[in-house]
């Protein structure tokens, strides 16, 4: 059997020394890379105040048209695993209970409170999200409590439609208008009468009430001439172009 000389001995420590060390360095290195990525997703700033998501894709994300409203969505295939819409040429992620935005679709999104959260995102279905939101479907059980009522609206003749001017709304054309305000749009038929919203499926027949908020945003848009009674809810939203500082006519 040969005997290993002391200098061969402290010569194979001294090998298994310097390939240890660098082992070690690189799951050092690791830990700690695997460490920041989790914290980088919510970073709260100094003030206590401040709140980011953190939002990357590998490659830009295609975003595609959801019907019925001015929102855009990324393609089924490449959704994150959390909820994100362009709308208005800003960018709004929901994740975990919270709302974030951005000007951009990626790096960091700055949390906001609910009430920031544009109107026309309540309009996007809910087959379009991963979780949607708990605070909106309590909001949408009471507006089904408070708007109770229904109107029945009946045509002899079938009406004709005619497109509403920078808009993608349809009006009845003026010969046969009634005298309350129809519009229709995104295959739905809105109605307003004395003061109150109703909906339908269809031009005739029963239709139900709703709330302000379930109006379509694009409706707000229909130019105050194409209307028998101006939605007083509205009058601030979108003061009259044609009045001047005292509400009087230029």
Same mark, same amino acid.
């Given at each position: 059997?040969?005997?290993?000389? @002391?200098?061969?001995?402290?010569?194979?420590?001294?090998?298994?020394?310097?390939?240890?060390?660098?082992?070690?360095?690189?799951?050092?290195?690791? $830990?700690?890379?695997?460490?920041?990525?989790?914290?980088?997703?919510?970073?709260?700033?100094?003030?206590?105040?401040?709140? =980011?998501?953190?939002?990357?894709?590998?490659? $830009?994300?295609?975003?595609?048209?959801?019907?019925?409203?001015?929102?855009?969505?990324?393609?089924?295939?490449?959704?994150?695993?959390?909820?994100?819409?362009?709308?208005?040429?800003?960018?709004?992620?929901?994740?975990?209970?919270?709302?974030?935005?951005?000007?951009?679709?990626?790096?960091?999104?700055?949390?906001?409170?609910?009430?920031?959260?544009? =109107?026309?995102?309540?309009?996007?279905?809910?087959?379009?999200?991963?979780?949607?939101?708990?605070?909106?479907?309590?909001?949408?059980?009471?507006?089904?409590?408070?708007?109770?009522?229904?109107? @029945?609206?009946?045509?002899?003749?079938?009406?004709?439609?005619?497109?509403?001017?920078?808009?993608?709304?349809?009006?009845?054309? @003026?010969? @046969?208008?009634?005298?309350?305000?129809?519009?229709?749009?995104?295959?739905?038929?809105?109605?307003?009468?004395?003061?109150?919203?109703?909906?339908?499926?269809?031009?005739?027949?029963?239709? !139900?009430?709703?709330?302000?908020?379930?109006?379509?945003?694009?409706?707000?848009?229909?130019?105050?001439?194409?209307? !028998?009674?101006?939605?007083?809810?509205?009058?601030?939203?979108?003061?009259?172009?044609?009045?001047?500082?005292?509400?009087?006519?230029?």
């Amino acid at each position: 059997m040969t005997r290993c000389s @002391q200098n061969e001995i402290h010569m194979t420590i001294r090998a298994k020394t310097h390939l240890l060390y660098p082992l070690l360095a690189l799951g050092m290195t690791l $830990a700690m890379a695997a460490s920041v990525h989790a914290q980088d997703r919510y970073d709260q700033g100094s003030s206590g105040t401040s709140l =980011t998501l953190r939002v990357s894709f590998g490659t $830009a994300p295609h975003w595609a048209p959801i019907s019925g409203t001015r929102v855009e969505e990324i393609r089924q295939a490449e959704r994150p695993n959390y909820d994100m819409f362009r709308y208005g040429g800003s960018y709004y992620a929901y994740d975990n209970n919270r709302w974030y935005m951005s000007r951009r679709e990626s790096g960091d999104f700055t949390y906001i409170d609910d009430r920031s959260v544009p =109107t026309e995102l309540t309009m996007v279905p809910r087959e379009h999200w991963r979780s949607y939101p708990s605070s909106w479907q309590e909001r949408r059980d009471q507006r089904s409590n408070d708007a109770s009522g229904s109107l @029945q609206i009946t045509f002899t003749n079938r009406p004709r439609w005619t497109n509403v001017r920078v808009t993608r709304v349809t009006m009845i054309r @003026q010969g @046969q208008r009634p005298d309350y305000d129809m519009f229709r749009y995104g295959n739905k038929y809105y109605v307003y009468n004395n003061g109150r919203w109703y909906m339908s499926n269809r031009s005739n027949g029963r239709f !139900h009430a709703i709330n302000d908020r379930a109006v379509p945003y694009e409706l707000s848009r229909v130019p105050r001439e194409n209307w !028998h009674s101006y939605p007083t809810a509205w009058q601030d939203r979108n003061p009259s172009p044609r009045n001047g500082p005292n509400g009087q006519r230029r």
